[in-house]
């Protein structure tokens, strides 16, 4: 009887054992190759967020471009470890917490980045930028004090994306003026064709529709300033912006629901034929292009156009909403820094050479279109960018966490009715005040 | 065996797994998150004690205390359809036919990842191609709701799917229950006359009142630290119509960078489900409840 008891404390103590062991055993795993690493070769570890399965075609440039600096730096061994985006973002926070970053990583622009160069977590890249290869104010949304701390990667603009056939059905031309996108959004409600789509859960989708309202009234600076706190954001031009999108909402120009609809969701409309239109970034290129996924009858079917200037205003056709997307950093804490950065280099040159013909991406370095076989829109898109007088970056990611929060907040209560554009400002300039 | 569960070393032993599992994974993060609610923290770069600023902002959040109500109004509908789920086990184990599969078709939504509930219900509610208002829409209901949009619903919304969600747990147990009173109690019942409405009311409850108790307790504090469907359906919104609790939570630490608040939000939602907690016994206790 005694040996059995003996025997179930240990079986429990195993038991126990194993539970913690089970918890620890999911955070060392999947390196690039599987192998052990040999003790000779300089081990860098990366993070990304381009799951083989979800991003297939970023995660095969990744890796073949990890192959090949293997290949020319047989003393290197980079080790991978993906996760999709949500998670991507939760570990990151959690490892920088405990300070385990690994030697290369994703992080996106501005105010996501902020806290991470203040806690002393990225290693400033000043030596390895080499700024000349990115399109112009690229890596400044990714500098702090003037020193770079992550290389971009991705550069994003958003045009509305329209489906000629609707238009066409409805004897209508993609708009260059506001009066002419309002007549656009008269005559689809009249004939009970929902005018545009929008995800309005998400609330930065929302967002980029007041930017450009703002941009178009107001001009770049109206909303920069009041972000940067040289200007108020009770603004004339920032109200009568809320103003005018009060009013579309109020004509029924966005789907049914938009509040309770992810982007995602939103998307489906427009995917589905059921939406007119739909304001989106350039990362959506490749469902009207490239992907395989998407029926090249549709395809044909999306065009694109600037968003339309108003009267009277000042913002001009040229000027977007957009900005880079993610970058890359090296950790301050990192032992092999300076592998990380010369490896961080050369993944930015080799993106940049391959993400527009085999992903779709538009990349934040400069791209040469003569030679590539590409996409009709992918060049249209890339010489608007190339025209560009003004490139605003996303609020959400100008302002502060805590602020941003309450400009995303916001937004959702002025399409949904529950803030006046007056309380919409208000509210805004008081948590912008309150910061400073 | 006696002479073995006298010996203190091993009871101190045969304690010790468990004891180091408990503490390590439960007492010791409570205690942290009180230590980090003392401190402002983004979670990244380094902490500065603030003393009880984080708690005395938190007494004063007027986000805080709406996020709260929504949690109590969820603990208040999930307390009152544990009558329903009483009910419907009362039918079950009252022999019909084919009450077991039955009952088994209401456990298939607890086999479910929240995560797939929630996405399921969200097709439901799609304003324009839900099922939900297909099918006002075939009854005449012109100006259908646009459910999770509007912040006056949005929230009674997402309690349909939750109360749907864990019917089949408290059905499992209510029915497990039922089965344990003994027939012959019944039988005597039969025979001097009751009827079935009698039995289920006079014999059959009061049988099993602790049991209810106890699932009065998990409805209670299981909704005040409701999180999943939430998340996933409406992420708090619009403008925070459907916040709760521990969402708020969730939000503050991780996507706003406050790990210290967040961490002064999860010790306040720890005080006010041991509250809560506190308050049912003390409510449900009845005379002859012998400890």
């Given at each position: 009887?005694?040996?059995?008891?003996?025997?179930?404390?240990?079986?429990?103590?195993?038991?126990?054992?194993?539970?913690?062991?089970?918890?620890?055993?999911?955070?060392?795993?999947?390196?690039?190759?599987?192998?052990?690493?040999?003790?000779?070769?300089?081990?860098?570890?990366?993070?990304?967020?381009?799951?083989?399965?979800?991003?297939?075609?970023?995660?095969?440039?990744?890796?073949?471009?990890?192959?090949?600096?293997?290949?020319?730096?047989?003393?290197?061994?980079?080790?991978?470890?993906?996760?999709?985006?949500?998670?991507?973002?939760?570990?990151?926070?959690?490892?920088?917490?405990?300070?385990?970053?690994?030697?290369?990583?994703?992080?996106?622009?501005?105010?996501?980045?902020?806290?991470?160069?203040?806690?002393?977590?990225?290693?400033?890249?000043?030596?390895?930028?080499?700024?000349?290869?990115?399109?112009?104010?690229?890596?400044?949304?990714?500098?702090?004090?003037?020193?770079?701390?992550?290389?971009?990667?991705?550069?994003?603009?958003?045009?509305?994306?329209?489906?000629?056939?609707?238009?066409?059905?409805?004897?209508?031309?993609?708009?260059?003026?506001?009066?002419?996108?309002?007549?656009?959004?008269?005559?689809?409600?009249?004939?009970?064709?929902?005018?545009?789509?929008?995800?309005?859960?998400?609330?930065?989708?929302?967002?980029?529709?007041?930017?450009?309202?703002?941009?178009?009234?107001?001009?770049?600076?109206?909303?920069?300033?009041?972000?940067?706190?040289?200007?108020?954001?009770?603004?004339?031009?920032?109200?009568?912006?809320?103003?005018?999108?009060?009013?579309?909402?109020?004509?029924?120009?966005?789907?049914?629901g938009?509040n309770g609809?992810?982007?995602?969701?939103?998307?489906?409309?427009?995917?589905?034929?059921?939406?007119?239109?739909?304001?989106?970034?350039?990362?959506?290129?490749?469902?009207?292009?490239?992907?395989?996924?998407?029926?090249?009858?549709?395809?044909?079917?999306?065009?694109?156009?600037?968003?339309?200037?108003?009267?009277?205003?000042?913002?001009?056709?040229?000027?977007?909403?957009?900005?880079?997307?993610?970058?890359?950093?090296?950790?301050?804490?990192?032992?092999?820094?300076?592998?990380?950065?010369?490896?961080?280099?050369?993944?930015?040159?080799?993106?940049?050479?391959?993400?527009?013909?085999?992903?779709?991406?538009?990349?934040?370095?400069?791209?040469?279109?003569?030679?590539?076989?590409?996409?009709?829109?992918?060049?249209?898109?890339?010489?608007?960018?190339?025209?560009?007088?003004?490139?605003?970056?996303?609020?959400?990611?100008?302002?502060?966490?805590?602020?941003?929060?309450?400009?995303?907040?916001?937004?959702?209560?002025?399409?949904g009715?529950?803030?006046?554009?007056?309380?919409?400002?208000?509210?805004?300039?008081?948590?912008?005040?309150?910061?400073? | 065996?006696?002479?073995?569960?006298?010996?203190?070393?091993?009871?101190?032993?045969?304690?010790?797994?468990?004891?180091?599992?408990?503490?390590?994974?439960?007492?010791?993060?409570?205690?942290?998150?009180?230590?980090?609610?003392?401190?402002?923290?983004?979670?990244?770069?380094?902490?500065?004690?603030?003393?009880?600023?984080?708690?005395?902002?938190?007494?004063?959040?007027?986000?805080?205390?709406?996020?709260?109500?929504?949690?109590?109004?969820?603990?208040?509908?999930?307390?009152?359809?544990?009558?329903?789920?009483?009910?419907?086990?009362?039918?079950?184990?009252?022999?019909?036919?084919?009450?077991?599969?039955?009952?088994?078709?209401?456990?298939?939504?607890?086999?479910?990842?929240?995560?797939?509930?929630?996405?399921?219900?969200?097709?439901?509610?799609?304003?324009?191609?839900?099922?939900?208002?297909?099918?006002?829409?075939?009854?005449?209901?012109?100006?259908?709701p646009i459910w999770l949009a509007d912040p006056a619903i949005a929230?009674?919304a997402?309690?349909?799917?939750?109360?749907?969600?864990?019917?089949?747990?408290?059905?499992?147990?209510?029915?497990?229950?039922?089965?344990?009173?003994?027939?012959?109690?019944?039988?005597?019942?039969?025979?001097?006359?009751?009827?079935?409405?009698?039995?289920?009311?006079?014999?059959?409850?009061?049988?099993?009142?602790?049991?209810?108790?106890?699932?009065?307790?998990?409805?209670?504090?299981?909704?005040?630290?409701?999180?999943?469907?939430?998340?996933?359906?409406?992420?708090?919104?619009p403008?925070?119509a459907?916040?709760?609790?521990?969402?708020?939570?969730?939000?503050?630490?991780?996507?706003?960078?406050?790990?210290?608040?967040?961490?002064?939000?999860?010790?306040?939602?720890?005080?006010?489900?041991?509250?809560?907690?506190?308050?049912?016994?003390?409510?449900?206790?009845?005379?002859?409840?012998?400890?």
């Amino acid at each position: 009887m005694k040996k059995k008891k003996a025997f179930s404390a240990v079986m429990t103590m195993a038991l126990a054992g194993s539970l913690v062991l089970a918890g620890c055993s999911g955070s060392d795993s999947s390196s690039s190759e599987g192998s052990e690493s040999s003790s000779d070769k300089t081990v860098v570890k990366m993070m990304h967020l381009w799951p083989e399965g979800s991003s297939n075609a970023q995660y095969t440039i990744v890796d073949d471009i990890i192959k090949s600096y293997e290949e020319a730096n047989p003393d290197v061994d980079i080790q991978t470890e993906i996760l999709g985006n949500e998670q991507y973002k939760e570990k990151i926070k959690v490892l920088s917490a405990s300070n385990e970053l690994p030697d290369v990583g994703i992080s996106w622009a501005a105010g996501y980045m902020k806290p991470f160069v203040e806690g002393n977590m990225f290693a400033p890249l000043d030596d390895v930028a080499q700024p000349d290869r990115f399109v112009a104010g690229t890596l400044d949304a990714f500098s702090v004090d003037g020193k770079p701390y992550a290389l971009p990667l991705e550069l994003n603009i958003t045009p509305v994306y329209y489906n000629k056939e609707i238009f066409e059905k409805h004897n209508l031309e993609a708009p260059t003026t506001y009066d002419e996108f309002v007549n656009v959004v008269d005559t689809l409600v009249e004939n009970d064709v929902t005018p545009i789509t929008l995800g309005n859960k998400d609330r930065w989708t929302g967002s980029m529709w007041y930017m450009y309202m703002a941009d178009r009234i107001g001009g770049p600076e109206a909303l920069n300033n009041a972000i940067n706190r040289t200007g108020s954001f009770e603004d004339p031009a920032l109200v009568q912006a809320a103003e005018e999108l009060k009013s579309l909402v109020d004509k029924g120009a966005f789907v049914k629901g938009f509040n309770g609809l992810s982007n995602d969701e939103a998307k489906g409309y427009f995917m589905n034929e059921q939406a007119a239109m739909y304001l989106m970034a350039t990362w959506e290129l490749p469902n009207y292009t490239t992907s395989p996924d998407v029926a090249q009858e549709f395809k044909d079917k999306v065009g694109y156009f600037k968003f339309p200037t108003v009267e009277g205003g000042k913002g001009d056709i040229d000027s977007y909403v957009g900005g880079p997307g993610v970058g890359l950093f090296v950790a301050e804490q990192s032992k092999v820094k300076d592998e990380a950065k010369a490896f961080v280099s050369y993944l930015v040159d080799e993106w940049g050479k391959r993400s527009v013909v085999d992903a779709g991406v538009i990349p934040a370095t400069v791209v040469d279109t003569s030679s590539a076989d590409l996409d009709q829109m992918y060049i249209d898109i890339l010489n608007d960018l190339g025209n560009a007088t003004n490139l605003t970056l996303y609020a959400d990611v100008q302002m502060s966490a805590g602020v941003a929060d309450v400009h995303l907040n916001q937004i959702q209560a002025l399409f949904g009715g529950q803030s006046t554009p007056e309380e919409f400002a208000k509210t805004q300039e008081e948590a912008l005040a309150a910061e400073k | 065996m006696k002479n073995v569960m006298s010996n203190k070393f091993v009871i101190a032993l045969y304690t010790l797994p468990a004891l180091l599992l408990i503490l390590v994974l439960i007492y010791i993060p409570i205690v942290l998150s009180g230590y980090y609610g003392l401190m402002d923290w983004d979670g990244i770069g380094q902490m500065t004690f603030i003393g009880l600023e984080n708690y005395v902002t938190l007494i004063k959040d007027n986000y805080f205390w709406s996020s709260t109500w929504h949690s109590f109004l969820l603990a208040i509908f999930s307390t009152l359809s544990l009558l329903l789920y009483l009910a419907i086990s009362l039918v079950l184990a009252s022999k019909i036919k084919g009450s077991d599969l039955l009952r088994k078709i209401y456990l298939i939504p607890m086999l479910l990842s929240s995560v797939a509930i929630a996405q399921l219900w969200m097709k439901i509610f799609d304003p324009t191609n839900g099922m939900a208002n297909t099918l006002l829409a075939f009854f005449g209901v012109e100006n259908t709701p646009i459910w999770l949009a509007d912040p006056a619903i949005a929230l009674y919304a997402i309690f349909i799917p939750v109360i749907w969600q864990y019917a089949g747990f408290y059905i499992l147990i209510y029915y497990a229950a039922l089965k344990n009173v003994p027939d012959e109690v019944i039988e005597a019942a039969k025979i001097d006359g009751a009827s079935p409405l009698q039995i289920a009311l006079k014999i059959k409850l009061p049988l099993i009142s602790g049991v209810f108790k106890v699932t009065i307790m998990l409805a209670v504090v299981g909704s005040l630290k409701y999180f999943d469907l939430i998340y996933v359906m409406t992420g708090g919104g619009p403008n925070g119509a459907s916040e709760v609790m521990a969402s708020y939570m969730y939000k503050e630490a991780f996507k706003l960078n406050n790990f210290g608040y967040g961490s002064a939000i999860g010790f306040g939602l720890l005080v006010i489900c041991l509250v809560m907690t506190w308050l049912t016994m003390k409510l449900t206790k009845s005379k002859d409840d012998v400890q």
